[in-house]
C-alpha cells in the first residue's frame, strides 16, 4: 500500500523528526551552493581543527593517511572530464573536448563538480575528526612511511592527471571570461581618435 492510504504504514514520531531535520539540513546545505569561498573557508577551519587534534595527541596516522588517500581520489574526480577522451573516441558520439583550433567549443564538464568535492571532502574531515575520539582507530604506525607512501602516490597520480590534461588538451580550470579583441572597422577608429 501507499504511504498515503490511510491503512498503510503510519511513520513514527521519530521517523517525521528525522525527515524534517534532514530536510532543514538540505535546506542550508542548498543555500551555501552560491557562496564557494565561504564554503572553502569553512573546510580549511575543519581541516585546521583536525590536523590539530591529530597533532595535540600525536596519533591517528592511519586515519589521516586513509582520509589522505581518499582526498586524492576526490581531486582526481574533480580533475577529470566526464567523459574520458580516450574512451569516447572510439564511439564517436557525445560530448568531447575540441582538438583543434577549429573545432567547436565545449565546456569543460567535470566527473565531479566542485559541490560534491567540497561536499564530500568536508564530510571526510568531520569523519575523521569523530574517529579520532575512539582509541580503537589509534594504530601504531610508523608516520614517516605513511607520509612518503602518499607523497609518492600524489606525485605519480598527478603526474599521470597532468599528462592525461595536455594529452588531450584541456584545462580543467576556467580562468574567468574569455575577451576578444575583435578588428575595428577604419570608420570607427577614425571617430574614436577624433572624440
Partial sequence: ??????????????????????????YYLDKTTPHSTYRWIGTLVVFLIYCLRVFSIHGFYIIS????????????????????????ASDGGGASLPTRGSDEFKPFIRRLPEFKFWYSMTKAFCIA?????FSVFDVPVFWPILLCYWVVLFV????????????HKYIPFSIGKQKYSGRRSPG????SRAD
Fill in 156 to 167: 605519480l597520480t598527478m603526474r599521470r592527471q597532468i599528462s592525461h590534461m595536455i594529452k
Fill in 1 to 26: 500500500m501507499n504511504g498515503g492510504d490511510s491503512g498503510g504504514s503510519m511513520a513514527t514520531p521519530v521517523q517525521k523528526r528525522a525527515h524534517e531535520a534532514w530536510r532543514i539540513y538540505k
Fill in 188 to 191: 570607427s577608429s577614425a571617430a
Fill in 129 to 133: 575528526f569523530l574517529m579520532t575520539f
Fill in 65 to 88: 593517511y586513509g582520509l589522505g588517500i581518499y582526498l586524492l581520489n576526490l581531486l582526481i574526480g574533480f580533475l577529470s572530464p566526464l567523459v574520458d577522451p580516450e574512451l569516447d
